[in-house]
């Protein structure tokens, strides 16, 4: 089935460095993926869309020169939470959809990040 | 406002005990109703969509049901390993070109031997 793979897992850096998150679909093509944020016990909120070869859309509230999304490949898209601060902690998880399948989105296992 | 509430927020069963989580809705136009799984730390892992008003659709101890306002994931006899948070998404017409999908705050599941 498809995999969406998600590097790093894990990350902790300071507060006012930049910090970058791919998803990666590994056996199928995805010329549109999502980011979404995942604070602790609560449920997924859709950051952005994004899509191959065009800008991103941003949902409403979210900062778009904050998170900023690269989406150069057909199998790639990355996440930067630029001078990232305390507050921008929290789980992040892409997720993509095989546009010649099925009408499922298949996520990412998600990276934390803890800006110190 | 697009809308998805799911209840009970948390759920303990006994192992055996069957029991339903329900997922409300309130869009402008659904194109599919999605449940998903997602144990903690990890990203969600697809379970069922479904698309009209009487389609039911199962998988081992689970079965998704769709009425135009909720649906249910009835549980039957679970297991330990049910244990997780289930998620219930919408897809808006409209949004059926990308996929875009809009949560539900989940429903956590312990089941105890």
């Known amino acids: 089935g498809a995999v969406v793979s998600q590097h790093p897992s894990w990350v902790i850096c300071k507060s006012g460095t930049s910090v970058k998150i791919e998803c990666r679909s590994l056996?199928?093509?995805?010329?549109?993926m999502f980011w979404y944020r995942q604070f602790p016990k609560q449920s997924l909120m859709l950051m952005a869309t994004s899509n191959e070869g065009s800008k991103a859309t941003y949902e409403q509230g979210v900062e778009k020169d904050k998170f900023l999304i690269n989406h150069a490949s057909l199998t790639l898209s990355t996440l930067t939470v630029t001078s990232a601060h305390p507050e921008d902690s929290s789980f992040y998880i892409c997720s993509a959809r095989d546009t010649t399948g099925a009408n499922v989105l298949t996520f990412g296992a998600g990276s934390r990040l803890t800006v110190l | 406002e697009d809308q998805v509430t799911q209840s009970p927020e948390a759920l303990r069963l006994q192992e055996g005990e069957s029991s339903s989580l329900n997922c409300s809705y309130t869009v402008s136009g659904l194109r599919g109703l999605f449940w998903y799984r997602q144990d903690p730390g990890k990203g969600p892992e697809f379970l069922f969509t479904l698309y009209s008003a009487g389609e039911e659709k199962e998988k081992e101890r689970l079965k998704a049901t769709l009425t135009k306002k909720e649906s249910f994931l009835h549980i039957t006899a679970p297991k330990p390993e049910d244990s997780a948070t289930y998620l219930c998404a919408v897809q808006l017409h409209g949004s059926g070109n990308t996929g875009k999908l809009i949560f539900g705050q989940g429903t956590t599941l312990q089941v105890k031997p």
């Open positions: 056996d199928f093509q995805a010329t549109t």
